[in-house]
């Protein structure tokens, strides 16, 4: 397959754009370790909202935990705000298969009870193996099997996406 | 050189048997994995699903409520199923063989086995003997080691010292006896510390102990001076009065830690003990419970250290 990986930089101002109208003061969100938090540091001061960024791993939680094991040092989730009644945008880089969304939902409701949760995704490269869909995409990315599509962030803080061979 | 038999073919914790032989990427491994799960049990549900289905077993050889309480904390914070063994009281005293009472617990489907026994070695013996997906985690082998209380002493000093670089820390007391110097000695060494001091009466350190890298000194006040970390150890009752000391009184006029004491070390020093303490023992009540003990976070880090132990082995 040939077809063009979309500019990251260019997704996040359009997706700022499709998600100012339903920002109320109840609005929070939060970003998934470690690509969706780059995205939604970007995100959140474009939509002004009044709550710091809440940032989530969702180690704990995974459904590969009996496979792989616990390999890497899990990052600590901080939610610096009550979740109780809000309307969250959770915010990932790529969805795939939907189970780490499944997870993070978990996680969340450990911490309370949210209004809402709106899921916020950069690209959706399809393939899904749970029935969770984006309320809010960058753009939808063909990518063969074989490949997985990664977030990279450069060291001036731009991002960008990029096909690796899946390993 | 023999393998060690706390790794797997891969590399990675398999058993937690002791700090001494343990790469220092792995020990970097279990506080970062502790650091996340302090904000775990900071939350209003101090609970996630990791270890939801697999079968923690606490095997007590000897008695101590206290430590097996924190694995059980960890291990039901991580939805594991405890099941509590005080394997003193049961069939040990019939009878039965160490390596019996673990095939017949096994035969239970056990993922985890925490052993605290009275003879050095003893969880050696047993990591030796079960099954690959089984994993052994050492509470406290006789006079050699207690990883876990290690471990968080560890986590404790890089939790409010930062780092180990520059850090010159001062262990002081009954090291002879203690397992918990042993693997703090090892942590902080791996670490790299660049001064670890033992303190203590000739009769209370162990023979060859400055092989391990530290420096030794009888005199309390000279050991504590600019010391950055102030470590308790806890004077054993049975110890008191014994031949190797002649009082509590007398031990708590040289080596029991006072203001004045500790007024020597550095004006931002901590101190820890591993608990149970020993007031006008080991340690005066003001110091025990003034601004720079940080006894009390150290059981709260406690719980954390040992659910990342846990969940790493038993995910490995």
Known sequence: MTSKLPEAEELLPRLAAELRPRVTPATAMIGLHTGGAWVAERLHPMLGLKDPLGLMDIAFYRDDYAKEGLKHDPKKTRIPFEVEGRDLLLVDDVLYTGRTVRAAMNELFDYGRPRSIALVVLADRGGRQLPIEAQHVGARVEVPKDKRLRLKRADNGRLRLELEDAG | ?316
């Open chain 2, 1 to 316: 050189m023999l393998a060690n038999p706390q790794l797997n073919a891969n590399g990675e914790l398999q058993h937690l048997l002791s700090i001494e032989g343990l790469p220092r990427e792995i020990l970097l491994q279990i506080l970062g994995t502790a650091e996340s799960f302090v904000g775990v049990t900071e939350r209003e549900v101090k609970k996630v699903p990791l270890m939801r289905g697999k079968s923690v077993f606490n095997l007590f050889f000897e008695a101590s409520t206290r430590t097996r309480t924190t694995f059980e904390i960890a291990a039901k914070r991580l939805s594991a199923d405890v099941i509590n063994l005080n394997i003193a009281a049961s069939s040990q005293s019939k009878g039965e063989s160490l390596l019996d009472t673990v095939a017949n617990l096994s035969a239970m489907q056990a993922d985890v086995f925490i052993v605290r026994h009275a003879s050095s070695g003893a969880p050696y013996l047993i990591a030796r003997h079960v099954k690959p997906h089984e994993h052994v985690i050492n509470a406290g082998d006789g006079r050699h080691a207690h990883p876990t209380q290690g471990l968080l002493d560890l986590y404790t000093i890089r939790h409010y010292k930062k780092e180990f670089t520059g850090l010159t820390v001062a262990i002081v007391g009954d090291v002879l006896h203690s397992r918990v110097a042993r693997s703090l000695i090892h942590g902080l060494t791996t670490l790299g510390a660049p001064e670890v001091r033992v303190i203590g009466p000739q009769t209370l350190l162990p023979a060859g102990v400055e092989a391990l890298g530290v420096r030794v000194f009888h005199d309390m006040r000279a050991g504590l001076a600019g010391c950055d970390v102030v470590v308790m150890l806890r004077l054993q009752n049975e110890r008191m009065n014994g031949p190797l000391l002649p009082s509590a009184q007398e031990f708590f006029k040289s080596y029991g830690l006072t203001a004045e004491k500790l007024a020597l070390a550095k004006p931002d020093a901590i101190v820890m003990h591993p608990g149970p303490m020993n007031r006008g023992v080991e340690i005066d009540s003001p110091v025990a419970d003034g601004p720079h003990s940080v006894i009390l976070p150290q059981v709260t880090f406690g719980i954390a250290v040992r659910m990342a132990v846990m969940s790493i082995v038993a995910g490995n």
